[in-house]
């Protein structure tokens, strides 16, 4: 197919449609895990430890297997605005 025809087919394409400059500068963007937790040099033990964070889920987010819900994307980004702040709160929570 030339570039043209795949334009065209893909703007036909309600469930393929490209996004267009606007929507990808309004879409709501959510740190991609491993990044950030490489960013912060956690492995993915220390990572689920320090933010309760079941290793499973954490894997499976990791891997593609799974994506975060919303309320977890909403923790995902306090978590990658202040990484400390988070950690300091969780371990003065009472047990």
């Known amino acids: 197919m ?3 025809q795949v334009a065209s087919a893909a703007a036909a394409d309600p469930d393929a449609r490209p996004t267009s400059p606007e ?3 309004s879409a709501r963007r959510v740190p991609r895990i491993r990044t950030l937790r ?3 040099a956690l492995t993915q033990e220390e ?3 320090r933010y309760h964070i079941p ?3 954490l894997r499976d987010w990791e891997q593609g297997r799974t994506i975060p819900d919303q309320p977890a994307q909403a923790y ?3 978590i990658a605005h202040d990484p400390e702040g988070v950690s300091r709160a969780l371990a003065a929570r009472p047990a």
Do not use: I
Request: proline residues 0%.
């Open 2 to 4: 030339s570039d043209e």
């Open 23 to 25: 929507g990808a500068a």
């Open 38 to 40: 490489r960013a912060l």
């Open 47 to 49: 990572f689920a430890a």
């Open 55 to 57: 290793l499973g889920t």
């Open 76 to 78: 995902l980004t306090v």
